[in-house]
């Protein structure tokens, strides 16, 4: 399971995880849930809780969400998924580590977690072993691939974790978490297509000519039925025409160290995402994000009037 960081001290009576009732896990001085060091990544502190990979980079590792700048849900990382388990709040997570070449294995260090998704769309050769993290606080988990139970049966889950080395195919794999012989949760990853098209997701619907407004446009690779493809990596342009301009781009990637105000950007988890200003005129402000092999997105936008401020307060 994920080498989780050393206690902070701040909250010596284990915080949130003492609601789950696992013994190992109220005794564990690793669990992070009591004090969290960061709800979200930030730049700066370049290195602290990276999955060790190219030195470079923009950005801490440490928080439970990315440094996706702006976006209001952010994209979870494992350790999110896994202190949502052993904080009751779901019933079952489940993650696959991103697979190492032959030889060498991850190692997560200070501060770090596995570099894993929740996704079961690898390009590797069938029959691949993968390893698949389920966080629950039930007391047994099993795996279905494709229908069929994974070899091996049940586990029982250590510190809310049970481990599973599974034979890669594509399909559908479901981890069915159980609590005293009574299933609690099933969540189940299922292979996408090929990389088809992009689409544009805002945050708004309207924006106003107030330069406090902004929109927040996510941009997403997917296959020809609409599924994101989770792994994605291409590089996108941005066009931005009408009433409005290009504040800035982002991915989330710690290890990125492109500029902010560019008209592109490499996905990164088949996500990207632009910061839309509007003018200080009234109109339709159109961002369109193109990429290679891809079949373009669009999205407009209207710009109405700065609406008045209201005095509250006042008689």
Not at 67 to 80: A, E, I, L
Not at 82 to 104: C, F, H, I, K, N
Not at 247 to 270: S, Y
Not at 305 to 315: V, W
Request: net charge neutral; glycine share 12%.
């Amino acid at each position: 399971m994920p080498q989780l960081p050393r206690s902070s001290g701040r909250s010596p009576d284990g915080g949130a995880e003492k609601r789950v009732g696992h013994d190992a896990v109220e005794d564990w001085r690793g669990a992070p849930g009591g004090g969290v060091s960061r709800r979200r990544d930030c730049l700066g502190e370049s290195g602290i809780g990276k999955t060790p990979m190219a030195p470079e980079g923009t950005a801490a590792g440490i928080g439970d969400q990315d440094v996706m700048p702006g976006w209001s849900t952010g994209r979870r990382k494992p350790q999110n998924h896994w202190r949502a388990a052993v904080s009751g709040v779901s019933p079952v997570e489940m993650l696959v580590e991103r697979p190492t070449l032959p030889g060498t294995e991850q190692v997560a260090v200070w501060w770090g977690y596995f570099d894993e998704l929740a996704s079961w769309t690898w390009d590797v050769e069938p029959g691949r072993p993968m390893t698949v993290h389920v966080y629950t606080p039930g007391d047994s988990v099993r795996l279905l691939l494709n229908g069929a139970e994974v070899p091996g049966g049940a586990a029982t889950p250590e510190r809310a974790t049970a481990t599973f080395t599974v034979p890669y195919a594509p399909g559908e794999l479901t981890a069915v978490a159980g609590r005293d012989g009574e299933e609690i949760g099933r969540t189940t990853l299922g292979t996408v297509g090929a990389l088809a098209a992009s689409r544009l997701v805002p945050d708004v619907t309207d924006l106003t000519t107030s330069r406090d407004d902004l929109a927040h446009v996510l941009v997403e690779v997917t296959d020809s039925h609409g599924r994101l493809v989770p792994d994605a990596t291409l590089k996108v342009m941005f066009q931005v025409d009408g009433a409005g301009e290009l504040a800035a781009v982002g991915n989330g990637n710690p290890h990125n160290v492109d500029r902010f105000r560019q008209p592109r950007r490499h996905t990164w988890h088949g996500q990207a995402l632009t910061i839309l200003p509007p003018a200080k005129r009234p109109g339709r402000v159109t961002l369109t994000a193109s990429a290679p092999g891809l079949r373009p997105a669009a999205l407009a936008l209207t710009v109405g009037q700065q609406r008045a401020r209201s005095d509250r307060g006042q008689p």
